[in-house]
Structures are given as C-alpha cells and as structure tokens.
C-alpha cells in the first residue's frame, strides 16, 4: 500500500503526461485513508487519464490499488479534473459511502433525496413527511391536519436547530449533507426534548431534567445496576451467547469511569435495565420502522428499558456478517446504556452519544464529551485515568488534523501545476 507522499507523486507524473497532450484530456485521482490504532494512517488509491484523440475515440490508462472499502476507510477523496489549453473544470465525484448509504436505506427515509437544496418558500410534495420526522426528534410541534408540504419559517427554524445539535453548518436549507444526515440511521431517543421534559445542555453532552441519574438509599454503598434479557423478545439473527460478551463489554466501558457496577440478573422481572428485541409497535408509543432508520431507543432513569429494533441484522462480526445493513449491537448498545443513565444526545460527532451510526461501523470507545457528561451524574471512578483517555482522542484528532491538512495541500499543488502549465 502506498502512502500519502506516493500519492502525489502519482499525482504529478499524471499531470505531467497532460502537458505532452495538445487535446482534451481527463485526469481522475481518488484515494481513501485507513486510521490505524497507533494514530498513523495508510492510503489507497486509484489513478486515471483519458485522451480524446481526433478521431473521437478514447484512449484510456489506469492504476488502481486497492478497492474502496467503506468498512475499513475513514474518508475518501476523489477529484475529476479536465484540463485543455482552453478551458479547466474542477468537481467532486459522489462519495461512494453516500451512494451505499442511499441503497441501504430505511424506505422512507430514502425519499428524502428529492429535497436537497430546498428552502424557506419552497414547496415539494412530500415535505410533510420529512416534517414528521422533524416532529418526531423534537423539532417540530405541529397538529396532524396542519402538516403542510410548505417550507416555511417554523420549519426553517427546526432546520437550523437540527444542524445546531448535529454539529452541521447552520445554513437553515436542506443541503446534501444536512439531508444525508437526516437520512443516516438513529437512535430513536429525541434530539431537542424527551417528551415532556426538557433537556439541561451544556457545551456538548446533554442529560434529561427532573431525575436525571439513578440513586440508592445508601449513598455510601456503591450504585449496583443489573440487567437481564428478555426471554421471548429475542435476536433472530444473534443467540445469547453471542449477545451476553457484547453487552458485558458495553457496560464495562461505562463502568470503567463512574462508580457503578452493573451485572446480569438471573430474574428478568427484578432487573433494573430490561433488554429486549423488538418489532414495529411493541407497546411504548415509540415503533420501530424496519430495516434502518431508528435503530433502537432506551428511557432515562430509572425507567430502565432498553428496545433494539428487532428487524435490523444485528452483527458482533463484520467478517462474519456480509450484509450491506449490517449494525454493530456493541456499538448500538454502549450509546443506548448512556440514555439508560441519563445521558441525552450530542453534537460531538466522533462521541458515542452522538445520535447516528452508519451499517457496518464500530463506534464504540467513550470520548471526553462522554466521560464528562456522565462523570456530572455519577462522579468518577476511583480507578480512571484522565490520561489516556485524552492522550487517545488527542491522537485521533491529530490524524484528523493530518488528513484535512494533507487533502488542503494537494489541491494547492494542484492549482500551482496547472498555473505552471497555462503558463507555459
């Protein structure tokens, strides 16, 4: 595999060959990058020019290294750029993670497309189903009979809170990523209030007003919680022994930085968190939708539920489970446990408590915006280490920091080749 540097040197000889051409010429570059777990990275990529000659045909070369792979690759870039003595386009590709998103995607949900770049006075039918799901995540308080398809000022309103709390640009129209976003499968946990009740915000984390923690009458015995799965509402794709390690994982993490035990009951009845897979209407006023869209949802404390969609493919094993709608239950799990015990949702996008998760994506270490959201409830852990958690997400922000920087300084290199080259 090839690194960054390779990259641009590919890069440079392709351009290179363009100024030996008279005719129109295309060059294609694209690449992904894979984090690795010490914080560095590894790239891939593929390379491709094409020559209109005089007769009309084509004449085409190409390196490819590594296929795309959206299971192992962080981000990809991919640029097309035309070039000719007269004339230079510059335009993004679809990303290929999008594309997948799109064809595995919750029916409804799908038709949202159709209102990218819509805006204040737009009118599309539809649009009031898309404010169904704004109503349905707390942005919208809207009658039934007065759902229009209209696109007006309360709705532009709710826009600009959904890119607020979604950590999106707040333009208040529903450009592509905000209406990808839309589209990405959920938590079924509301974003801007809990029925009722409202949130208490702070920076970032969020956790629910009124009794927002769980309590003991000994407040000098430490906080015990058990848990139980429920015998008849069950996993068809999992059995139970292969969901027990993922939830014993998943409440370790939680338990690794409060003071708080959680372990499994031998009683469904008795257990304080009751665990259950279900289908479309099971009972709580909260319905699932089918394949994708909400994922599963949990209640603050100390309700103590906690409903995965019963329809998704539920996976612990990528390399097991091949299915393109593949959802990782560890990581479904760790972020619905933080509702369990009070936490609402986030706008840090790399948070476990951030609402959203992509098939086949494993999202399942606790980042600082977690820890201090739930540490405000519970306190610390004796035995937690501030240290390496930041030492991680400092890690991983650098890499970020890295690819974004690398990705400015290729397209420079690229303006400067071409200014070279029409200088000529």
């Not at 610390?380 to 400015?408: A, H, M, T, V, W």
Request: proline share 4%.
């Amino acid at each position: 595999m090839e690194g960054k540097g390779e990259v641009v040197s590919r890069l440079v000889a392709v351009l290179r060959r363009a100024s030996k051409f008279p005719n129109r010429l295309k060059v294609t570059l694209g690449y992904t990058t894979k984090m690795l777990e010490n914080g560095k990275f590894e790239v891939s990529g593929s390379w491709c020019f094409t020559k209109r000659q005089g007769n009309n045909k084509h004449r085409q070369a190409s390196v490819e290294e590594n296929a795309f792979d959206p299971q192992i690759s962080s981000s990809l870039y991919s640029r097309d750029i035309i070039v000719n003595p007269f004339s230079l386009s510059y335009k993004t590709f679809p990303d290929p993670l999008t594309e997948l998103t799109v064809q595995a995607q919750n029916a409804t949900w799908n038709n949202f497309l159709k209102f990218i770049d819509a805006g204040k006075g737009s009118q599309l039918t539809g649009m009031s189903e898309l404010k169904k799901y704004f109503e349905r995540f707390g942005y919208l308080k809207i009658p039934d009979n007065n759902l229009t398809d209209i696109f007006d000022e309360k709705f532009e309103s709710a826009v600009l809170k959904y890119q607020k709390n979604l950590g999106l640009l707040e333009t208040g129209k529903l450009d592509s990523t905000t209406v990808q976003q839309i589209m990405s499968p959920r938590c079924g946990v509301t974003d801007e209030n809990h029925k009722n009740n409202k949130l208490h915000v702070t920076q970032h984390f969020a956790y629910f007003y009124g009794q927002p923690r769980w309590v003991r009458s000994d407040a000098n015995q430490p906080l015990m919680l058990t848990y139980a799965f429920s015998p008849k509402y069950l996993s068809d794709d999992l059995t139970l022994l292969e969901i027990r390690p993922v939830f014993r994982r998943a409440f370790s993490r939680w338990s690794s930085v409060i003071p708080v035990n959680f372990t499994e009951a031998k009683k469904y009845n008795s257990a304080d968190i009751k665990i259950g897979f279900y289908q479309g209407d099971h009972g709580d006023g909260e319905a699932f939708d089918g394949v994708l869209g909400v994922l599963a949802h949990a209640f603050s404390p100390e309700n103590g539920r906690l409903h995965l969609d019963g329809a998704e493919t539920w996976a612990v094993d990528f390399k097991k489970q091949k299915s393109k709608v593949a959802v990782d239950l560890e990581s479904v799990a760790t972020h619905e446990i933080g509702h369990i015990l009070g936490l609402a949702h986030t706008s840090v996008k790399e948070a476990v408590m951030y609402p959203s998760l992509s098939p086949r994506t494993k999202k399942v270490d606790l980042k600082i915006d977690d820890v201090e959201g739930v540490q405000a409830l519970y306190g610390s852990n004796p035995n937690f280490k501030y240290s390496s958690l930041l030492q991680s997400d400092i890690s991983s922000s650098r890499s970020i920091g890295l690819e974004i920087r690398f990705f400015n300084w290729v397209n420079c290199l690229v303006m400067v080749l071409f200014i070279s080259y029409f200088s000529l």
